[in-house]
């Protein structure tokens, strides 16, 4: 057992891999496949849950450390750990893995094998994404994350597959590279490539500028963050369920992922001197994505388009510079995951059976699908953030944050405009399922649609009882996350600007109240939250 | 003792068997092939093979201490034998995937056999040169033996039209470096590498006629690794000559022509590095830059694989560039032991490791599809749907490409990941950037390829050639592709000790 408890990163984040290899070397017939990919991830699941619980929420350090030489004598090195910041999204992560590999069960046909081997692929390096702290390693398996999306996207999508497919890696590309040179630079100052160096190097106000825009050009576009926003739309639509429930899952989060474990504690100057700007990109990006929604004929397309709004929400809470925002932040993330993952799920039942999915062609469909109507109902529900569910309380969060925060000019502004952006949420996702399932059952074609299979149900139902849990009780996630929070974003804290004695204004201020306007309210807010 | 049982001789022989069982290896393949007349035509390969890993092994047995050989014309030294090994290793899979072809189509090319371990005996000595005058004979062997290799496909027009070409051009630039000797020789007064370079460690060289001469070697040498603006012969002759023999050209020239670029630009960096470092700084980016943007139309993938051999090149010579940094400096043997030099040179040498493998892979799979020199499978359009055909070397294929791309976790990327950083510790940002950059550019016609073979339908019919002993070989150097990007540690380490053994 040792063996596999002292090495616990390596295993959850190496055995979809191996079950990728597995499946390219062994399997032959197309439901071994299934089964093997099935069999694998639920392992992976398991092996995750030891994490959850064997963690201990009161360091915020990283546990079960890992650390080998790998280059340059140990310059650069294999060195895994996990704060609750990636325990929470680790857990995602593999908790979506066997749900989605279930989901795909009949909607994919061909080349089954390929497509099993590379969504634990996906999988793996997500993963090695998210426990990495080195910054090659993370840097490999960044990149690495590409390789089999790209693949998904281009050999099961839809028609403009191809052109999806290429869109979404060159566009991830361009801020990687940006972001290569970055980390070269400072690997050089540093002396290695371990982040704690990274961390402790003392860069100038233009370096600090500079190499925070580079960074975070790089995670911008995977988040991915208004005004490059363009590939998403494209990739969710074309790539098939399965690739769209990961991208919308876990891999927007690891733009928002990014920016929190690196781009903000590396450059605390860069991030007061971009902050402004960049929550007016979110509040554009929560709006306009809000209102494209709004207007979109294909559901799929619509429920991307509600990404961009969300994600959106996150970066703002992350640059509210405010402990109730970034925690509001980093719970958006998983209730998005929860959530959008579920909405993409059910509009690939639906586009299984019909083979379409635009808005008009349905209408009244929940005469004919009780069962499926309801699942959509409560998944819209935590979309739009209504109280009890999990999507309320992010938003409320970051709305409160960021309402409170010192640093943001406008920062009420800022608050009421984003505010909106959740009014047009439950416009836009109610109008939809209106559309869709209310009325008469007028199309003739949708007379015969079957309801809810076992299996569909299966993969659905703990996505919904998370989101009620999540909604009733978010102590769960925001008691794992919480000292891992004040110690990421310590170096932040440290800053003389962060302090309005020193003449600046409160920035960040851990373990106390947010504000000089509305004292010991925004702690209070979290302890009610729990 | 031994001093005294061993002769000078012998010593100098030991270290000169390497060279010697090539060249004896070439004649008796010859000898082999006219006379006996009961061996099959591809026991001749075996022969081959058996000649280049004998070559190898003697110099894994021998390990001859670094000297200079034959009254300094020639150098040992671990540099010397890596480049040696690398070009074996290149013979062998060059001569597994030329006999596959051959048995498929049943025409035999038996003059491949010798002149392959002519080039690499060409190749040995330009790499070891230590003279003026080696220099050039080992140019010339390589050089000689490449355009009969390129050219020589009877009855096949285009690979005719690419020898002609790579010969008139080839002889065009030889001419070059001899005259930009001549000059070398006028201002140092001497051809000897350890002559030349003490000259120029005191200054005394003639500065008009030393930097004249420098230039018009950098011709002749750029000519051989594909160097914008000599580069113009590349596409036409990668494209022209058949895929075996350009993915040699592609990955044995072009490690040859940097294995003595850099150690001539070493040797004269004391008295031209502030020539060199503007002048190949701005040579790199064209290089880079003109490769990769014509590579993105090419709709033809030798074209495609030759334009990007040229933009490798120009990442190659960003490497050279900064190992003539102006943060390095001082004398020639400096560079070898200085931090940023020494990261610049075994980046080199890693890169062009990696290199080797990435290409071969890739045009190893050419090499299968094609039925015979005569109907090449380079038509990108074609692949599509060869993932269905053919996976394992579809797969092998984009296993290369995603490699030559960059992408982690494929050797090329640990390739660029060791030049850009020595690059960066240099302090050559904007160099690096526009490095990233045009990677990045690369990606995409990379992909096109990829997007062929794995996203779109094909006929059943194109490309369907297949032989397992060299999709094995192929699928072997793309697992090695992968192995090298996980684990590159040892390799770069190698070359490390390797860079610091350049001698003079």
Redesign the interface.
């Known amino acids: 057992m040792s063996l596999i408890t002292d090495h616990i990163l390596t295993w959850v984040t190496f055995v979809p891999l191996i079950g990728s290899l597995l499946l390219w070397t062994v399997v032959r017939r197309d439901q071994h496949a299934r089964i093997l990919a099935l069999v694998v991830a639920l392992a992976d699941f398991v092996l995750s849950l030891h994490l959850w619980f064997r963690f201990d929420s009161g360091r915020g350090d990283d546990q079960f450390v890992e650390r080998v030489a ?3 004598s140990g310059q650069v090195s294999y060195h895994f750990g996990c704060d609750g910041i990636s325990l929470v999204l680790a857990v995602l992560t593999t908790f979506l893995g066997p749900l989605i590999l279930l989901s795909t069960w009949k909607a994919v046909t061909d080349r089954v094998r390929d497509y099993m081997a590379f969504l634990l692929m996906l999988q793996a390096a997500m993963l090695g994404t998210f426990f990495a702290r080195d910054m ?1 390693l993370f ?2 398996f960044w ?2 994350m ?2 089999p999306m ?2 998904i996207i ?2 099961w999508g839809g028609q403009r ?2 052109y999806a ?2 869109k979404f ?2 566009f991830t ?2 801020g990687s ?2 972001m ?2 970055g980390i ?2 400072l ?2 100052q540093a002396g290695s490539m371990n982040l704690t160096d990274f961390l402790n190097v003392h860069l100038g106000r233009t370096e600090q500028l500079w190499l925070f825009a580079a960074f975070f050009l790089a995670f911008a576009i995977k988040v991915p963050v208004f005004p490059l926003h363009t590939w998403l739309p494209d990739a969710h639509v074309e790539a098939p369920t399965a690739g769209s429930v990961v991208l919308a899952g876990v891999l927007l989060k690891m733009g928002t992922y990014g920016m929190l474990r690196f781009a903000m504690p590396l450059f605390p100057e860069g991030v007061a001197y971009f902050a402004p700007a960049i929550s007016v990109l979110a509040v554009i990006g929560i709006i306009y994505g809000a209102l494209v929604a709004l207007v979109q004929p294909d559901v799929k397309k619509l429920v991307a388009y509600s990404s961009v709004s969300h994600l959106g929400f996150v970066v703002l809470g992350l640059f509210s510079l405010t402990r109730l925002g970034i925690a509001g932040g980093i719970f958006q993330m998983l209730a998005h995951g929860l959530s959008t993952g579920a909405l993409f799920l059910l509009v690939g039942v639906v586009y299984e059976r019909r083979h379409t999915r635009e808005i008009s062609e349905f209408g009244g469909l929940a005469h004919q699908m009780p069962v499926y109507a309801t699942f959509f109902m409560i998944t819209t529900l935590a979309s739009v953030g209504l109280p009890g569910l999990a999507g309320f309380v992010g938003e409320f969060m970051i709305l409160f944050g960021t309402f409170s925060s010192a640093t943001l000019a406008n920062a009420r502004l800022m608050a009421v405009l984003a505010a909106t952006g959740v009014v047009l949420g439950a416009f836009y996702m109610l109008w939809m399922y209106q559309r869709v399932f209310f009325g008469k059952l007028d199309n003739e074609k949708n007379r015969d649609l079957p309801d809810l299979t076992v299996r569909e149900m299966v993969v659905l139902v703990p996505l919904i009882v998370f989101m009620f849990v999540l909604g009733v009780r978010p102590g769960l996630i925001l008691d794992k996350v919480e000292a891992s929070i004040d110690r990421v974003l310590a170096p932040l804290a440290a800053q003389p600007f962060a302090h309005p004695e020193a003449g600046g204004h409160a920035l960040w201020l851990p373990g106390g109240s947010t504000t000089d306007d509305n004292p010991g309210q925004a702690v209070r807010a979290t302890e009610d939250l729990r | 003792m031994n001093e005294i049982l061993i002769p000078a001789f012998s010593r100098d022989a030991a270290a000169l068997l390497p060279y010697l069982v090539v060249a004896g290896g070439g004649l008796l393949v010859m000898v082999v092939d006219a006379f006996v007349r009961t061996l099959k035509k591809d026991h001749l390969s075996y022969l081959v093979m058996v000649v280049l890993l004998a070559s190898i092994i003697v110099q894994l047995v021998t390990r001859p201490a670094d000297a200079t050989l034959l009254n300094g014309m020639l150098v040992t030294s671990d540099f010397t034998r890596f480049f040696n090994y690398l070009f074996a290793g290149i013979g062998v899979m060059t001569t597994i995937f030329a006999t596959g072809l051959f048995d498929r189509n049943g025409r035999y090319r038996p003059e491949f056999y010798p002149l392959i371990l002519f080039t690499i005996l060409g190749m040995m000595v330009l790499a070891a040169a230590n003279d003026l005058m080696t220099i050039f004979l080992g140019l010339e062997t390589m050089s000689l033996a490449t355009y009969i290799l390129a050219g020589g496909v009877r009855g096949n027009l285009r690979s005719s039209e690419a020898g002609f070409k790579y010969l008139v051009l080839g002889g065009f630039s030889s001419a070059f470096l001899l005259m930009g000797m001549a000059f070398v020789f006028g201002a140092c007064g001497g051809t000897g590498f350890g002559l030349i370079g003490r000259t120029l460690e005191n200054g005394q060289a003639h500065q008009a006629f030393l930097s004249l001469g420098t230039g018009l070697m950098l011709v002749g040498f750029g000519f051989k690794v594909a160097m914008v603006p000599f580069h113009m012969w590349t596409p036409d002759v990668y494209d022209g000559a058949p895929a075996y023999i350009t993915g040699f050209m592609a990955t044995a020239v072009k490690a040859a022509g940097f294995a003595i670029l850099v150690r001539f630009v070493i040797l004269t960096q004391p008295q031209l590095g502030f020539v060199w470092y503007p002048l190949l700084s701005v040579l790199a980016v064209l290089t880079m830059s003109v490769g990769n943007v014509i590579a993105l139309v090419q709709g033809n993938i030798k074209r495609m694989l030759a334009w990007s051999s040229v933009a490798h090149a120009g990442y190659l010579l960003l490497g050279v560039v900064t190992m003539v940094a102006p943060s390095v400096g001082g004398p020639s043997l400096m560079v070898r032991s200085s931090e940023i030099g020494e990261a610049a040179g075994s980046a080199i040498l890693f890169y062009l490791l990696g290199y080797s493998l990435m290409n071969l892979a890739a045009f190893g799979i050419i090499n299968i599809l094609s039925r015979d020199p005569g109907e090449e499978a380079d038509e990108i359009a074609r692949y599509a749907g060869l993932s269905r055909r053919q996976p394992l070397a579809a797969a092998a294929l984009a296993v290369a490409l ?1 490699s030559l791309a960059g ?3 494929m050797v090329g ?1 640990m390739a660029k ?1 060791y030049l ?2 020595a690059v ?2 240099a302090g050559l ?1 904007p160099l ?2 526009i490095g ?2 045009n ?2 550019v690369s ?2 016609y990379y ?1 096109r390829v990829i ?1 062929a073979m ?3 339908d094909g006929e059943d019919a194109s490309y369907d050639g297949t032989e397992w002993v060299s999709v094995i070989t192929s699928g072997v150097l793309a697992a090695l592709v992968v192995y090298l990007g996980v684990m ?2 040892a390799f ?1 380490r190698a070359a490390l000790i390797v860079f610091r053994q350049i001698q003079f």
């Open positions: 790998w280059l340059w090659l840097y490999v990149e690495a590409l390789i790209y693949f281009g050999i597959r191809i497919a290429v890696f060159i590309m361009v590279v940006f290569l040179v070269l630079y690997f050089f | 995603l992408i982690p976790p990327f990941f850009f950083s960066i510790q940002i690096a950037i990233v950059i990677s990045l990606v995409y992909l997007v794995y996203m779109q590159p540690d770069h």
